[in-house]
């Protein structure tokens, strides 16, 4: 039985002063052993937050890190920094850093395999753009997106890696995927991954859709046979990020 997971990513939102009054108010509100909850929050509140979720079920997670250990690589943060901060989970190759910041399937791998090895768990994104699926080419991109992102993985390795679904048209957009498309995508990724690992990574492998989660919307798409939860961006920063965890109550 795979456990799901909501993972919530508040981009470059929220002053400390915003978060640490957030945080305070849904800490206590999210209370389940159901989910997994991780909020990847920016850098430069890892330390405050993590302090007032010390007791409490929310992990704190990570947006993004570089694949080098250390170096010459002004204004970034490696997965090893991560590591020794307490950090568990950390989002590699979101939409938003391949399409602003030009980062490529190769670096996306390269995060991710070095994630891994920092005993991170990578949520690797994938998705294709609006044009994409319009003209058809939807699984093709997917495919291509996903075997990139986990060359050089093991069977294990892929066991410790979550997946997250997210078609770009939907991110930000209030236009969130039917059910029934999302799981198409979703069983699609766990084929892909049997194919390649077998039926032990398969059925291990997490896979969650993003794009225009909330509320209301949260429980029709988490009990899809092939979607394990969610990564959640606005509905993240709001109290109704609650009822997205609870989905099910
Ligand atoms: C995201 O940031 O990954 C995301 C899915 O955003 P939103 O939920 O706002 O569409």
């Given amino acids: 039985m795979r456990k799901k997971m ?3 990513n508040w981009k470059m939102n929220l002053s400390s002063t915003i978060a640490e009054k957030f945080t305070r108010e849904i800490k206590d509100k999210i209370d389940t052993d159901a989910v997994d909850v991780v909020m990847c929050v920016p850098f430069v509140h890892f330390n405050m937050i993590s302090e007032i979720l010390k007791d409490t079920k929310i992990k704190v997670g990570a947006q993004n890190m570089h694949y080098a250990d250390e170096g010459a690589y002004t204004g970034e943060i490696s997965g090893r920094m991560l590591a020794a901060m307490g950090v568990k ?27 891994l090895q ?24 997917i495919r291509k997106q996903l075997a990139f992102a986990i060359d050089e993985m ?5 066991t410790k890696v979550v997946i997250a679904y997210e078609p770009i048209w ?23 991954i049997n194919t390649r ?17 909330t509320e209301e919307n949260a429980k029709e798409l988490f009990t899809m046979p092939n979607i394990d939860g969610g990564l959640v961006g606005g509905a993240s920063l709001k109290p109704s990020f609650e009822n997205v965890v609870h989905y099910d109550r």
Avoid: M
Wanted: charged share 25%.
């Fill in 118 to 141: 920092n005993n991170l768990t990578p949520i690797i994104c994938i998705g294709e753009t609006s044009k994409q699926r319009k003209s058809g080419r939807t699984f093709n991109i």
């Fill in 154 to 158: 093991s069977a294990e390795d892929i």
């Fill in 197 to 213: 690992f077998g039926n032990w990574s398969s059925d291990n492998v997490r896979i969650l859709y993003g794009g225009s989660v």
């Fill in 89 to 115: 989970h950390v989002i590699i190759g979101h939409s938003e850093r391949r399409e602003y910041f030009r980062e490529t399937d190769t670096e996306v791998n390269l995060k991710a395999l070095k994630a």
């Fill in 6 to 8: 909501v993972a919530g």
């Fill in 170 to 192: 939907a991110i930000g957009t209030g236009e969130t995927a039917t059910s029934e498309q999302a799981e198409e995508v979703c069983a699609l990724i766990r084929k892909q």
